[in-house]
């Protein structure tokens, strides 16, 4: 087992200054088996070596939780992996982090495509109060998935989802990325949940190869990758038919925009349930 030393990252840049949530904390990294095709992370490290898909690197919770002793705020869990990939089955730091931070009062906003986090061994430990929960999907196709990323079913993921919210957790589904052409927004807004996060896909070249999909409306380039116009986002968003809608962008006119226009809460794009 390799130890994952760089778990916890402040993120810089104009993605940070952007965010709410720009402190990460990485239970598993230098890979991810999920291995999804437009993976951000693996086009920035895949290159240098340092992506093994089939054997991640495994944080130490030891130091993990000294780190924490450290911390404030709201923690994202997963930044450049999945903190409930397969592997969490073996070792279960992400089940020992979300105890650890239960114990000191920190917050946690998890990202996953994996159904691991509605299992009951985890629903028994999250803290209302603290855990924030993101399922992502990119499409509702079970079979049009499993061509690009390794994750659990789209169909499972959408029971989670559905359980989290009939279980009172501050759930929220994730159209991340939304790809044009792989959502039916009908099936989507069939979901039984009350939220929705849209986050539109970017590329680079490495994506682009890996990820073979029509780019021909991706005109924008912003921050070393290429975007949607916003019109084209603005359009696509048009059929999403949910209580609270919130779209992530790391354009600045477009961040700007949708904050303005469109988001349930101008102050938190990923609209979290927070205690007035």
Not at 152 to 165: D, G, T
Request: negative net charge; contains cysteine; aromatic residues 12%.
């Amino acid at each position: 087992m390799q130890e994952y030393k760089s778990f916890y990252k402040q993120v810089g840049g104009n993605e940070g200054n952007l965010c709410h949530y720009s402190t990460r904390l990485d239970t598993y990294g230098c890979g991810c088996q999920h291995d999804c095709g437009y993976c951000y992370a693996k086009s920035l490290l895949e290159f240098r070596g340092l992506w093994n898909t089939r054997e991640p690197a495994v944080a130490d919770i030891e130091k993990i939780k000294k780190k924490l002793d450290k911390i404030e705020g709201i923690i994202r869990m997963g930044g450049m992996t999945d903190c409930f990939q397969p592997v969490e089955k073996k070792y279960g730091v992400t089940y020992e982090t979300i105890k650890a931070m239960n114990e000191r009062g920190i917050g946690y906003l998890i990202v996953t495509k994996s159904t691991l986090v509605a299992d009951d061994k985890y629903m028994d430990i999250y803290d209302k109060d603290l855990a924030h929960i993101q399922v992502t999907i990119t499409t509702t196709d079970d079979a049009k998935a499993r061509t690009y990323e390794m994750a659990s079913p789209v169909s499972e993921r959408i029971k989670a989802i559905e359980m989290l919210q009939e279980r009172g957790f501050d759930v929220s589904i994730r159209l991340s990325p939304f790809i044009p052409g792989n959502v039916d927004i009908g099936a989507v807004n069939k979901i039984q949940c009350d939220k929705i996060l849209v986050e539109f896909l970017r590329c680079n070249g490495f994506i682009r190869k890996t990820f073979p999909i029509d780019y021909s409306e991706y005109t924008l380039k912003h921050g070393g990758y290429w975007h949607l116009p916003l019109e084209r986002k603005i359009e696509y968003l048009s059929g999403i038919k949910k209580d609270q809608i919130s779209v992530c962008d790391d354009v600045p006119e477009h961040y700007e925009y949708f904050k303005q226009n469109f988001n349930y809460n101008p102050d938190d794009c990923c609209n979290l349930r927070r205690e007035a």
